[in-house]
T-cell receptor
Framework: AQSVTQLGSHVSVSEGALVLLRCNYSSSVPPYLFWYVQYPNQGLQLLLKYTSAATLVKGINGFEAEFKKSETSFHLTKPSAHMSDAAEYFCAVSDIAGTASKLTFGTGTRLQVTL | GAGVSQSPRYKVAKRGQDVALRCDPISGHVSLFWYQQALGQGPEFLTYFQNEAQLDKSGLPSDRFFAERPEGSVSTLKIQRTQQEDSAVYLC?????????????????FGPGTRLLVL
């Protein structure tokens, strides 16, 4: 069984500060990993994904994440936060050996950006 | 439309009523997924279709939940005799391809969800 743990249900940063959202995964097979963002009353939008190519993945809106197998982590970062980054962020893992690419999500981290 | 659409966006039901939630995936997408997102939680997998075939329904919480995709495009999630614990946002996602032997994955594109409140 696969699982994802997101440390910190709420993270608050100042505008212009570094954003770091943590994600650790558990998987018995090499995983595919994803970060999604959810704005209020909207569906999930893909930020970036790791699919066993480069370990440093760049996504939209200036976000990036690094896959670290030794630490079973896939933390999301952005050098400089913007007010528009305030949203809920979900890390997810997909089982590449399964019969369907269903996603297992973490519980989410709400990012607050202050002036 | 360019994206996944879902209707209704909001649904209020009295306990015991049946509800039907509709998902229109992106045209041509083979795979379709339903997820349930309880308040303050991440989405949880319910069921998966490859075209019209329901290949995985392991996440459906009870036999009151039923999903179909008869023509391989539009899908309906039906909940019979709704209970208060069914209150959640129901998300639909579609992706272009099926799983290949190389383990190639396609991005899942999510709809805005249907927020169900059972009173």
């Amino acid at each position: 069984a696969q699982s994802v743990t997101q440390l910190g249900s709420h993270v608050s940063v100042s505008e212009g500060a570094l954003v770091l959202l943590r994600c650790n995964y558990s998987s018995s097979v090499p995983p595919y990993l994803f970060w999604y963002v959810q704005y209020p009353n909207q569906g999930l939008q893909l930020l970036l994904k790791y699919t066993s190519a480069a370990t440093l993945v760049k996504g939209i809106n200036g976000f990036e994440a690094e896959f670290k197998k030794s630490e079973t982590s896939f933390h999301l970062t952005k050098p400089s936060a913007h007010m528009s980054d305030a949203a809920e962020y979900f890390c997810a893992v997909s089982d590449i050996a399964g019969t369907a690419s269903k996603l297992t999500f973490g519980t989410g981290t709400r990012l607050q950006v202050t002036l | 439309g360019a994206g996944v659409s879902q209707s209704p966006r909001y649904k209020v039901a009295k306990r015991g009523q049946d509800v039907a939630l509709r998902c229109d995936p992106i045209s041509g997408h083979v795979s379709l997924f339903w997820y349930q997102q309880a308040l303050g939680q991440g989405p949880e997998f319910l069921t998966y279709f490859q075209n019209e075939a329901q290949l995985d329904k392991s996440g459906l919480p009870s036999d009151r939940f039923f999903a179909e995709r008869p023509e391989g495009s539009v899908s309906t999630l039906k909940i019979q005799r709704t209970q208060q614990e069914d209150s959640a946002v129901y998300l639909c996602a579609s992706s272009l391809t099926i799983l290949t032997g190389a383990g190639d994955k396609e991005t899942q594109y999510f709809g805005p969800g249907t927020r169900l409140l059972v009173l």
